[in-house]
């Protein structure tokens, strides 16, 4: 079976623009949730979505959005980038997103933002 | 705010030797993982702890849940080359927000 599965891979973009991040989840499940990973630090929580609906929002601010479509893909939009938002962007999938979920995480895609 | 911290942030050890992370929230948990991540990958997930006191072994890998549910370890034993990485410990915040560590970064010296 595949595993959770991002595009791209790498991504080069400057400053005010825009990107859309995309992810798969593992086949039969419900959730997926995004993560920010800086360099050097931990993943930071920005959002998990569940059958479609926002369920959970970290401190991002509006430049961030997101959103899954009936067949449980997702897709992460951020606008007027800026260099901080450089990072590794994950995505994790889990049957239903509950707290003692197990979170299957994809390769990731790294944004550079010059 | 809910706060994780992990400690030690950096360790080198000899190949051989014992390695221990410790996790500490400011709360009470309901339950705590332990994910890896090797580097340039993806965190990957090890195990899941949920009562008060449990431990549970992976081979080498020894996680304990503390008694008052606000801290956890994560014990290797004989490190190897393989063990490289850095390991998280995760809890969820009771809405649907995933609150990782900041990481121990584990480097073994063959």
């Known amino acids: 079976d595949a595993g959770v599965t991002q595009s791209p891979t790498h991504l080069i973009k400057t400053r005010g623009q825009h990107v859309t991040l995309r992810c798969s989840p593992i086949?039969?499940?419900?959730?997926v949730s995004w993560y920010q990973q800086v360099l050097g630090q931990g993943p930071q929580f920005i959002f998990q979505?569940?059958?479609?609906?926002?369920?959970g929002r970290g401190n991002f601010p509006d430049r961030f959005s997101a959103r899954q479509f009936p067949n449980y893909s997702s897709e992460l939009n951020v606008n007027a980038l800026l260099l901080g938002d450089s990072a590794l962007y994950l995505c994790?999938?889990?049957?239903?997103?509950?707290?003692?979920?197990?979170?299957?995480f994809g390769p990731g895609t790294r944004l550079t933002v010059l | 705010g809910q706060q994780v911290m992990q400690i030690p942030q950096y360790q080198h050890v000899q190949e051989g030797e014992d390695f221990t992370t410790y996790c500490n929230s400011s709360t009470t948990l309901s339950n705590i993982q332990w994910y890896k991540q090797r580097p340039g990958g993806h965190p990957v997930f090890l195990i899941q702890l949920v009562k008060s006191g449990e431990v549970k072994k992976q081979k080498r890998l020894t996680f304990q849940f503390g008694e008052a549910k606000k801290n956890s370890s994560l014990h290797i034993t004989a490190t190897q080359t393989t063990d490289v990485g850095t390991y998280f410990c995760?809890?969820?915040?009771?809405?649907?927000?995933?609150?990782f560590g900041t990481g121990t970064r584990l480097k073994v010296l063959a």
């Open positions: 979505y569940y059958e479609k609906e926002e369920r």
């Open positions: 086949s039969g499940h419900k959730s």
């Open positions: 994790a999938s889990s049957s239903s997103g509950d707290s003692t979920d197990t979170q299957y």
């Open positions: 995760a809890l969820n915040s009771g809405t649907y927000k995933y609150i």
